[in-house]
Every structure is written in structure tokens, then in C-alpha cells.
């Protein structure tokens, strides 16, 4: 059967592959346009297990929120590149992601992979992300994932830009307060709301920490421990988020504004893109040498 640009055009549309890939696999199935598609997802399946290895710390943090605001999801995507980062495939792919978690009852991301991708769909997510990772040629992750349901006061969100995002629960407060705060949390990346929060754990760690710094620097024994103890005080102010002078106004803390507004944290999530994931460091010559190889 001849191979016809129009079947080429056709099967390119449906699986966003390249020209040449796409007459290859017609060839290859003596232009069978359904059989050309079974044997490139196969083949997409291929690549996405090659990459998989890959270090993705790039990407974007997509928020979806109900229209009641008593429920949202915060869900962070990664790539390998700042490039696919920003391409229209990639972020279509995280939001409509984020939205099927919103509207499933997904705890994490391996559940959300299991799911289809539309509801009463054929084809899951995990499927469809590596379809992209075969179309984009990189790396794609569902790193993670943290929901709000059940919320009883006020639901807030903020993104700043891509890579940064906040879900925010405030009892008895207003939209505006909301969004001050999740702003607040993005800008200042508190450890958690307030200082019983912090587990002993994290404080005997900067307790010794402080404890060994006044020791070395010679001060008297006798003192040591007010000086633990002034360290400790100012570290949790810090770390919390009713300790922290609130940016928008530094000279009153989040704990004041909250009770000159009569409301209260309920609890608050922030995800930054890449956090915690050591980025691999490589020089240009040996990207170009991979991309050559088809590393």
C-alpha cells in the first residue's frame, strides 16, 4: 500500500510524533493506520522506560481548587528541562491532571496514575504520561501530590509563577486574609504553623547544634544553656508561621494579625518545584554528546 502524505499528516495529528517516525512505522505496517499507532505507543512505552532513569527536577506546581472552596489538590509535575517546562503539552498535561485529582479521590500519586485520565476513559494517566515522555522526549514525573478535603472554613491558594504554590485552610477568616497568607508561606516557607508542631526531634538536633557553637566559641559553661535557650526561641520564630513577621508588614507578627482578624491556620501545604532532588551537573559538550547518542 502506498504510504500517502495524507496518512502520514493523519497519523502525526494523532500521535504528535515526527514525520519521519510516523512514515517508518506506516512502512513498517504496510500503512495500517491503527497498527502504525499500536506499535508507536509500544514504542513509546520503550523510550519512557529508557528515560525514566533521568533526573527530572524542572517542571510546574498545579493547584486546582473546587467552587465551593472546601476542597483542593496541589500537585507538582516534573521535567528535566526548563524548556518543556514551558511547552503548551506539557503544562495542558499537569492541569489536566490536577483537575482529574481534584474531582477523584486519589491519596497520592500512585493512585492518581491508575486512574484514566478523563473519567470513563480508556487510556490512564500513567499511559498517557508516557505518550508524552515518547512525544516530548524527556523525562515526565507526578512527583507528588497533597489534597484538602473536608474543609470547614476558608480554602486559599497562590502560585507564584510556575514552580511555587500554597493551599492554605483559615477558619473564620476572608478571601483576602487567605491570600495573604498563602503569599506569606510562599515568600517565607515555613516549617509548619506553630511551635508545637515542631517535633522533638528537629529541636534536640538545633539544641546541640546551638549548644556546641557557644561551647566552641568559649563562652562559660554556666551560661551556655540561656544561650541555648535564647537561640531556640528565635529559631522557632523563625520556622513557624505564627512566629514570622508577616512580609507585607513586618512589625506584626502572623500570630497578631490572625487574632486582630479572629481567625486561625488551620493547616497549610507549600510545594516548590525540584525541592529536595539533586540535579545532576553536567557541561555542554556532554548534553550535546548525549542528545547525539540518544542518551
Aim: aromatic share 4%.
Amino acid at each position: 500500500m502506498a504510504i500517502t502524505a495524507a496518512l502520514v499528516k493523519e497519523l502525526r495529528e494523532r500521535t504528535g510524533a515526527g514525520m519521519m517516525e510516523c512514515k517508518k512505522a506506516l512502512v513498517e505496517t504496510e500503512g495500517d493506520l491503527e497498527a502504525a499507532i499500536e506499535a508507536m505507543r509500544k514504542s513509546g512505552q520503550a523510550k519512557a522506560a529508557k528515560k525514566a532513569g533521568r533526573i527530572a527536577a524542572d517542571g510546574v506546581v498545579v493547584i486546582a481548587v473546587a467552587g465551593n472552596a472546601k476542597a483542593g489538590v496541589m500537585l507538582e509535575v516534573n521535567c528535566e528541562t526548563d524548556f518543556v517546562a514551558k511547552d503548551k503539552n506539557f503544562t495542558t498535561f499537569a492541569e489536566t491532571v490536577a483537575a482529574r485529582a481534584l474531582a477523584s479521590d486519589a491519596a497520592d500519586v500512585e493512585d492518581l496514575e491508575t486512574m484514566a485520565l478523563e473519567e470513563g476513559g480508556d487510556t490512564d494517566i500513567a499511559q498517557t504520561r508516557a505518550d508524552l515522555v515518547a512525544k516530548i522526549g524527556e523525562n515526565i514525573r507526578l512527583r507528588r501530590l497533597v489534597r484538602f478535603d473536608g474543609v470547614k472554613g476558608q480554602l486559599s491558594s497562590y502560585r507564584h509563577g510556575v514552580r511555587i504554590g500554597v493551599l492554605v485552610e483559615i477558619a473564620d477568616g476572608n478571601p483576602t486574609l487567605g491570600k495573604d497568607i498563602a503569599m506569606h508561606i510562599a515568600a517565607t516557607n515555613p516549617l509548619c504553623v506553630s511551635a508545637d508542631q515542631v517535633t522533638a526531634a528537629v529541636l534536640e538536633k538545633e539544641k546541640e547544634i546551638f549548644r556546641t557553637q557557644a561551647l566552641e566559641s568559649g563562652k562559660p559553661e554556666q551560661i551556655v544553656e540561656k544561650i541555648v535557650a535564647g537561640k531556640v526561641r528565635k529559631y522557632l520564630e523563625e520556622v513557624t508561621l505564627l512566629g514570622q513577621a508577616f512580609v507585607k508588614d513586618t512589625d506584626i507578627t502572623l500570630d497578631k494579625l490572625l487574632a486582630q482578624a479572629g481567625a486561625k491556620v488551620v493547616r497549610f501545604a507549600r510545594f516548590e518545584v525540584g525541592e529536595g532532588i539533586e540535579k545532576k551537573q553536567e557541561n555542554f559538550a556532554d548534553e550535546v554528546r548525549a542528545q547525539v547518542r540518544g542518551d
